[in-house]
C-alpha cells in the first residue's frame, strides 16, 4: 500500500464513505513502472495492454510518456486516441477481429494488425479494399504457439499458430501486398522464468531465415507481455527480465537484432492498485473443533476477483490483526453463486482475531479486476475504481 | 427457438440492427414454466431466484401470475418490489449478508430471512433493533449442507451447515425472540436426479424433530432450486420434480407435511433465451490434416456465457448448416484472454462447412447470462438482453 493510497482511504472513511469495496489506484507507481520498462528494454518500444486497465488516467499518464498501446477491439483503440496517443501509436493486437471492425480501426488510422492465420489476413485484405487505404502501409504480425512453462497462467492454444505455418500466413500477407512484419508471441501471464522467452525467439528467428529464403524481409519481434506483478511470491525486477531478453535476441539473432516490441498490462499496472473490501462473514460448518473457518468478503469472482479462478492469481490480503496468530481459512465472496469461492483448495492464513465489518486490503490488484466484474450479479454492482 | 423469438430475429436482421450477440428472451415460455411449477407442486409456494435474470419483465410478469421472489441482494429487494411484489412476497435467501444490508431490508418490509450459522443470527437481532421491527414477525430458516450428487454444478460447501449444527442456529433464533421457521438446503444446480431431494428431506425432517424435543416448532422446508433446463441432454419434467418430492416429503414427514417453498432460477427462465452470435472467426493451428478447427464466437466466457467455466453447462449450439457433415472444433470466445475458451477438453461437433459470418443460436440462454456477462473486457460491451 502507498502512501498517497493509505491517506485516501483514511480521507474516505473519515467522510463515512467507505462502504463497498473499491479499488484505489496510484498513478505514481504506473508512472515508475513505465520508467522501469523504458530503463531495462531501451531499444523495445512499450506496447501498453489496454486491456488490463483501460482506466481513462492511466491511458492519458501512458500516452503522455510515450507509450504505445496494444489494443483488443475497435473500443479500445477508440480509448487509447482519446487518451492522447495517435494512431500510429496503436496496434490492434486481436487474432480474432470482425472484418467490419477491421474497417473501422483502419478508418481510424490503425495500420498495425496481429494475424494467426490466412483467413484472418484476407479479412485485412478486404478491409484494405473497403477502407481505401494503401495495402503496403498495413504491417501485419504473426502471433505463434509458445507453451507458456512457468507461467502462474499459462495459456491455452487460443492464440496463434504453429511457426511453419507462420511463415505461410507471413507470406500470404506479403504476396496480397501487405507490409509482413514480424512475428508475435506470448510467454503466459504472470511469467517467473526470465529464460522463458529463449525458446520462442528461436522460432522466431527460424521465421525471420524461413521468410529470407522466401524473399521477404521481416523486420520486428513482438515479445508480448507475462512480465509479473507481486503478489504473495516474489518476482524476478523488471531489469532481469530485460537482460535475459537482451541475451537471448544475441544469441538467435546475432548482431542483427530487430526492431522489438513488449506489451506489458499486468506488469504495468497490477502492483499500482489495491481493493479495499470488508469481511461480512465468518463461519464455520459444523461445532467440530477442528472445522475450518470460512471468511467472507464482500469482493469476490464476480465482483471483480475472476483471476482467483482455479486458485491461479494468490493475492496477498492484508488485515489490521497481522501480528497475531494465523489460522487457515476458506475464503469466499459474497454471492449466492456456489463456485464464488476465492481459495478453497489451497487454505488462506488469516488472523484468529479477524472478525465481522473489518476491513481487507488485496495488493496487486490493479490489473484485470474492474473490467473484469459482472454488470450486475446477484444485483451487485461492478467494482469502483478510483484513480490517484 | 420459439416462432416468436425466431420473428423478432428476422425483423432485426432485416432492419440491418443485427450486429453483436444477443439473447432474447420469450416471456411466454416463462408465464409456461411457472404454471408448470404451480400445476407440479400445487402445495408449494414459488420464490423466483431473481439472480438468474432480474429482466424488469421478467419479474412483472412473475408478481402478477402471484411469484414470490428470493433475492441475493437489497438491490434485487427493490427490483422485486419495483415489479410489484409486495415484501411479504420477498425472501432475502443469501446467507452472507451484511448487518446495515439486513436492517435495510427489513425496513422495506423483508420478514424473512436465510442464516446458516449463529453470528448471522446476531446480525438480525441487532438489525431487528435498529429497524425497530418486533422479532417474533421476523422468520428465519436454516440452511443446511446438500451433497449435490446428480446435479451438472454440484454446489460447493459455502453455504450451509451441517444439520446437527442447524438445530443449534434455529435454537439460537428462537431463544432471541425470532421466529424460527424452518430449513432450506439446495440439491445442486441442473440436478438431472428426481430423487436428489430424499436426503435432503431426511436431513429436514430430523431437525424437525429435534426442534421439537426443545420445544421449538418449525413449520417450513424450503426446496431450494436446481431444477433444470434442458441443454444438450434431455432433462425429466417438472412433474416428475413433483411426484418424486411429493414422495420423499410423504416418507420423511408423514401426514405432518410442512410448508414448502422452491426456488427455481434456471428451471423458470433458462429455456425462454436464445442468443443469436456470430462466427468471427474459424482457423486451425497448424497446416496438418488431422488439425482441429477452433470456431470463435463473438460471445465467451466474458460475454455472459460463464457457466461454461470447467465446461459444466454445455449449451445447444445450432446453426444453418446443422444438416452438413459435422466435425470435433474447439469452441472460443472473442477476448484476447486465453481462458476465454467454451469447450476444448471436449470437441463440440459443428458443421464442417460453417464459415465466418455465420449466425449461431444457443439454446437454453436464458438464465445466468446477462448478469455474468463483464463490464466491459476486453471494451466489448456486456450481453444485450431483448424481452419480448
Redesign the interface.
Known sequence: MTDRIRDYLRARRDLGRD?GPVMVLDLEVVRENFSQFARALPDTRVFY???AN?APEVLRLLAEMGSCFD??????IE?ALAAGATADRVSF????????DVVRALKLGIRLFAV??Q??VE?IVRAIEAAGVEAADVQVFCRI?CDGAGAD?P????????P??AV?VLEHAHRNGLNAYGVSFHVG?QQANTEAWDGALASASMIFQECALRGIGLSMVNLGGGFPTKYLKAVPGVESYGDAIFRALTKHFGNRIPETIIEPGRGMVGNAGLIEA?V????????AEDEVR?V?L?IGK?GGL?ET?DESIRYAIRTDHDEDRMSPC?V?G????????LY?KNHYPLPVSLS??DKVWIEGAGAYT?????????????LEQIVI
Open positions: 462502504e495492454a489496454v486491456k483501460p489494443t483488443a477491439s475497435v473500443a479500445e480509448m493486437g486481436n487474432t480474432i477481429k470482425k472484418e467490419r494467426d492465420c483467413v484472418e479479412k504457439l497462467w495459456l491455452s492454444r487460443k492464440f496463434g499458430c504453429e511453419e505455418m505461410n501471464s470488508e461480512v462473514l465468518v463461519s464455520k460448518k459444523s461445532e470460512w467472507y464482500d464476480f475472476a479462478m476458506v469466499a459474497p454471492t449466492c453463486d456456489s463456485v464464488d469461492v478453497e465481522i465489518g474492474t473490467t473484469y466484474a459482472a454488470v450486475a450479479f446477484n444485483g451487485f454492482p461492478p
